[in-house]
């Protein structure tokens, strides 16, 4: 069973950076890619990024392109989400989650997911 725990979630000032991480285990197989979604309150979740464990190939909201990064780290089985240059608008639970290699060409294909961590940006 795959298991994904957030963490790094905080309160952060418009302008400010913060990095999430998401500690994977249970995985079989390093084909597939990891994805971070958000979920801001009265709204639905949506795509931040994701990126495939064996290639590192990534992919992007066009919201986020320029001010986050996504990066994973093989050997620790975690996969991060740097973010900098944060807004009021980035405010969010933010989830990770594990899927197949299609969903680094925008097909979400994503079959388990974590906790989440808040993120909280004030103006």
Do not use: H
Request: a neutral charge.
């Amino acid at each position: 069973q795959v298991q994904l725990v957030e963490s790094g979630g905080g309160l952060v000032q418009t302008g400010g950076s913060l990095r999430l991480s998401c500690v994977v285990s249970g995985l079989t197989s390093n084909s597939g890619a990891m994805g971070w979604f958000r979920q801001a309150p009265g709204k639905e979740r949506e795509f931040v990024s994701a990126i495939s464990w064996n290639n590192g190939r990534t992919r992007y909201q066009d919201d986020v392109k320029g001010r986050f990064i996504i990066s994973r780290d093989s050997a620790k089985s975690t996969v991060y989400l740097q973010m900098y240059s944060l807004r009021p608008e980035d405010t969010a639970v933010y989830y990770c989650a594990a899927g197949s290699p299609l969903v680094i060409f925008g097909i979400e294909d994503f079959s388990s997911w974590g906790q989440g961590t808040q993120v909280t940006v004030s103006s």
